[in-house]
């Protein structure tokens, strides 16, 4: 049998908001991101990234499966905005994004909440 | 030069008669020094076979249906998934054609096995926790950190990577 069907997998939508007045950058991710859409995932992220936002804020829920390339992508993310003096925080990572976040230990780097909103005021 | 090496939480369990059979073949030496293995044995006749380009998606849904079909909990076939996700995400970066993967199972445990034409060079490959700094590299380990055994056979002609995963009792 054959597979060579090619899906737009993945879906990244970015948003402007506010808690409390501070403003912030939500962007959320959805699908599944692997090595087949990680460069556009990188280019995208980069894109916000070169905005310098004080605080961005990645929407996990809807993203059904991460491997580790597109782990890296955000990662870089992280290291970006810690340098530009920006933190980055994850929200609601589905069972299998969790797990690799848990397992390379990168929850313990980036901050993972359970709702934008306790992101947003965290 | 073919190297072959095999790892697990728990001991290499003779699978009868192909793993007897496989004895019969060339022994390689094997990465860590500490004596000889076979070489794999073949996939059993029965297995499923797909082939693979750029739809890992596809792939990571195959494996899924045949994870919970041959038992294994949700949570352990999310992490098979994963795990064979990485192994043929490797050979989109590094093979120069198509992977198979086979998939089979009986009631002890579940077996993925993944071929590409792609090399790996270092018989340590994976092994060493990479840090969070590194830009790579973190695949193959995951796919240690996960399976219950892994094995890998790594020569001129390409690489075999075999992902098993034992079903709960």
Request: charged share 25%.
């Amino acid at each position: 049998m054959w597979y060579n069907k090619c899906v737009d997998l993945l879906t990244v939508s970015v948003t402007a908001r506010e808690s409390a007045g501070e403003p912030y950058t939500l962007v959320e991710i959805a699908g599944e991101a692997d090595v087949t859409n990680t460069d556009e995932l990188r280019r995208l992220l980069d894109e916000e990234v070169s905005q310098e936002p004080r605080t961005m804020i990645i929407d996990l829920s809807g993203l059904r499966f991460m491997d580790s390339s597109a782990l890296h992508a955000l990662l870089r993310v992280n290291r970006s905005l810690d340098r530009q003096g920006g933190v980055l925080a994850l929200v609601a990572p589905q069972a299998a994004v969790a797990k690799i976040l848990r397992l390379t230990t990168a929850d313990r780097l980036i901050p993972v909440f359970d709702s934008v909103a306790e992101a947003a005021a965290g | 030069m073919a190297w072959h090496g095999k790892t697990g939480p728990r001991a290499p369990v003779a699978r009868a008669p192909a793993a007897t059979e496989a004895l019969t073949r060339q022994p390689v030496s094997r990465p860590d020094g500490g004596g000889l293995l076979p070489p794999l044995d073949d996939a059993p006749g029965d297995s499923m076979s797909y082939a693979y380009t750029t739809d890992l998606a596809a792939i990571r849904a195959v494996v899924h249906r045949y994870a919970i079909k041959a038992g294994l909990t949700e949570t352990r076939a999310i992490d098979l998934v994963l795990a064979v996700s990485e192994v043929a995400a490797n050979t989109i970066r590094h093979a120069k054609s198509p992977g198979s993967l086979k998939i089979w199972y009986d009631t002890d445990e579940i077996v993925c096995q993944i071929h590409d034409d792609g090399i790996i060079s270092d018989p340590l490959a994976g092994r060493r926790r990479p840090s969070l700094e590194a830009m790579g590299g973190h695949g193959l380990w995951i796919v240690y950190q996960i399976c219950d055994e892994v094995e890998l056979c790594s020569d001129e002609t390409g690489t075999t990577i075999r992902l098993h995963m034992e079903l709960p009792r």
